[in-house]
């Protein structure tokens, strides 16, 4: 995978994540997931997945 493919999927991975575990605590009303706490804990294993993506990323990008 090249270093802005992973760094795209990365951030995705965060944003998606941090979403799935803010309406796992019910904090965001309106969905199936909300006030569910496994997709607060998905939503916080996607973010560490997400973060390292964006790590291996940078270091593609920095060894250009």
Known sequence: MSGWF?????LLAVVVGALW???GLGYVEGSVLT????WAM????L???GAV???LGAR????R
Request: charge should be positive; glycine fraction near 12%.
């Open 6 to 10: 992973r760094l795209t999927l990365g």
């Open 21 to 23: 575990t803010v309406q």
């Open 35 to 38: 006030d569910k706490r496994v």
């Open 42 to 45: 998905v939503g916080a294993v």
């Open 47 to 49: 973010m560490l997945a």
């Open 53 to 55: 993506l964006l790590w």
């Open 60 to 63: 593609a990008r920095g060894r």
